[in-house]
């Protein structure tokens, strides 16, 4: 694939080499990181009602632990959408702009969730609830597999070679802003209610506050502008005059093996993420019998330093590479989970909170350097496509079924099996250190390679 030569225009910010421009970097790395933390509200604070509330309003007729199963279940269908909607937003995203894709992706995942604080439950309009429920879940579910992919190669494409994986970071610092907002106004919730008030009506409060966050993050995003980088590439397409470019057939005929790889990447980094975050709440509220409010002022800490460790483990991604730190990370997490539930049921607070700080501490050395390794493994006329669909596939077999399998394994045994949930971890991480051993180092490549277009 050529790189442009051509000057830049009186008064435009100077590209780098690889024809990046590093001027408005900061205003891209601010929008990337507004709306996919308003993204991550959202799709958290759908997590975080079926661990606490779903099960009863909307299953009511079953027992407690089959309610929020089968709330975790349409939990789960929200992951089945999302390689479509990386497919989709990919398609769209690799052949008309990046940009105009974050948008779309916005909005729909803002109108779900406020669609969300509306809905009657079963006890008002029976099966039409969960139904609805479901349908709800699964324009998050869509919207959110269009989202990751945009905003990571926004931040990508834009930031200087040197600094990739700082710049790239900090989308992925938005999943734990956006988890931070959620476990505080649950939070802020829980203390000013009582339990009978808060699973009355005051559960649909923080689905409606999401409207606010969307219309900021629609304000931001719609001041970017796209990546030299992918005008390049559009402009080589089009003089290709290639009107049937089909980026997902390009992605399976050239970059199958990426595809697999990132796939098996994100097996101990989304199962591990949901572990600590969601499934503890559920492992404190019907196992141990502790309550949730104390796991939630813990979450609220930890998402607050996962927050700065992000950027901090993308910084340094960039000094010493990508695959070491995703090792260590895929390791650790199988080795924390096996004290991980003892210290957070202790009641405790300082060994709750580092069973939750370690836990995302080993977590962030994979989900850091994660959206740097993702965008170098594709070209760039199937970048959105490539990394979107690879990420979000795996989804569906990891941080979809982690809840469903794990609150299943819990409740065997004698009712309180973290040892086999332990073990599902280990499988994880397996899984993912193999993949991480079968990838190739990224951090010097180039984000101008274009299989498609050599």
């Not at 089968?70 to 008309?96: E, I, K, Q, S, W």
């Not at 199962?271 to 979450?299: C, E, R």
């Not at 994979?366 to 959105?384: H, N």
Request: glycine share 10%; net charge negative.
């Amino acid at each position: 694939m050529s790189v442009s030569t051509r000057p830049a225009a009186p008064g435009a910010p100077a590209p780098d080499p690889d024809g990046s421009t590093r001027t408005p970097i900061t205003k891209v790395v601010f929008a990337s990181l507004v709306g996919t933390a308003v993204e991550w509200y959202d799709f958290f604070l759908y997590g975080s009602a079926a661990a606490l509330v779903f099960g009863t309003l909307f299953f009511p007729e079953s027992d407690p632990v089959t309610g929020t199963l089968l709330a975790f279940g349409t939990y789960a269908l929200g992951f089945v959408a999302r390689p479509l909607g990386g497919v989709v937003f990919g398609h769209f995203g690799d052949r008309v702009g990046r940009k105009k894709m974050l948008v779309v992706a916005l909005l729909m995942m803002g109108l779900a969730t406020f669609a969300i604080g509306l809905l009657p439950t079963y006890a008002s309009i029976g099966l039409a609830a969960p139904i609805l429920l479901l349908v709800c879940r699964l324009l998050q579910g869509f919207a959110v597999g269009g989202e990751w992919g945009g905003a990571v190669l926004m931040a990508a494409e834009h930031g200087d070679p040197a600094r990739r994986g700082f710049w790239s970071s900090w989308p992925q610092a938005g999943v734990p802003l956006g988890n931070l907002l959620a476990t505080a106004v649950l939070f802020v919730l829980a203390a000013v209610q009582s339990d009978e008030t808060f699973e009355a009506w005051g559960w649909r409060i923080p689905f409606l506050l999401s409207a606010v966050l969307v219309l900021i993050g629609l304000w931001v995003r719609l001041q970017l502008e796209e990546s030299s980088v992918y005008q390049e590439a559009k402009a080589e397409m089009a003089e290709r005059t290639d009107d049937a470019h089909l980026p997902i057939l390009e992605v399976l005929r050239r970059y199958p093996r990426e595809v697999l790889v990132a796939m098996g990447m994100r097996m101990a980094e989304n199962i591990s993420y949901y572990l600590f975050t969601v499934v503890v709440l559920t492992y404190a509220k019907d196992f141990a019998d502790i309550g949730t409010d104390l796991i939630l002022q813990m979450l609220l800490i930890g998402a607050a330093i996962q927050f700065f460790l992000i950027p901090a483990i993308g910084a340094l991604s960039d000094r010493v590479g990508r695959r070491p730190l995703y090792l260590v990370g895929a390791i650790g997490v199988a080795v924390w989970i096996f004290p991980f539930f003892g210290l957070a049921s202790s009641g405790e607070p300082g060994k709750v909170l580092l069973a939750v700080v370690v836990g995302l501490f080993f977590h962030s050395l994979m989900y850091s350097p994660q959206a740097a390794f993702f965008s170098e493994l594709f070209g760039t006329s199937v970048r959105y496509t490539g990394a979107s669909v690879g990420y979000q596939l795996a989804s569906i077999f990891a941080g979809a079924l982690a809840p469903i399998i794990a609150v299943k394994l819990l409740a065997s045994g004698d009712g309180d099996n973290t040892t086999a949930v332990g073990i599902y971890l280990v499988v994880a991480s397996a899984i993912t250190v193999a993949a991480v051993i079968a990838a190739k180092e990224t951090r010097n490549t180039s984000l101008h390679h274009d299989r498609v277009l050599d």
